[in-house]
């Protein structure tokens, strides 16, 4: 019913900047909160940032000044600029919608995305 498909992972140098995206496709009446996570290998699965219906952003201390969230209502997306990357940012980076209602007012929680993978080089 409601596929989320992101883009935008890439290899980069440390130093450089990527933007993700998150588009929700399907019979969307409203989105809460969307939020943006990565995985390293071998590592549990962090909360990068989060962005709620009012545009309240939230960050991980290791990303603050340097990630940006944003959203897009009319576009049901979801977008993190990522600059002055570092070897320890490289990780499959996965969005996620906590709550939202269908057309049909059906609510859905935690959806998530295939994840977009993300290589820094030193």
């Known amino acids: 019913q409601v596929q989320l498909v992101e883009s935008g992972g890439d290899s980069v140098q440390a130093g450089g900047s990527l933007r993700l995206s998150c588009v929700a496709s399907?019979?969307?009446?409203?989105?809460?909160?969307w939020l943006w996570y990565r995985q390293a290998p071998g590592k549990q699965r962090e909360l990068v940032a989060s962005i709620s219906k009012d545009e309240t952003a939230q960050y991980a201390e290791s990303v603050k000044d340097r990630f940006t969230i944003s959203r897009d209502g009319s576009k049901k997306t979801v977008y993190l600029l990522m600059s002055s990357l570092k070897p320890e940012d490289s990780a499959t980076y996965f969005c996620s919608i906590d709550r939202l209602i269908l057309t049909n007012f059906r609510e859905l929680v935690d959806v998530w995305g295939q994840g977009t993978l993300v290589t820094v080089s030193s």
């Open positions: 399907g019979s969307l009446w409203s989105i809460d909160s």
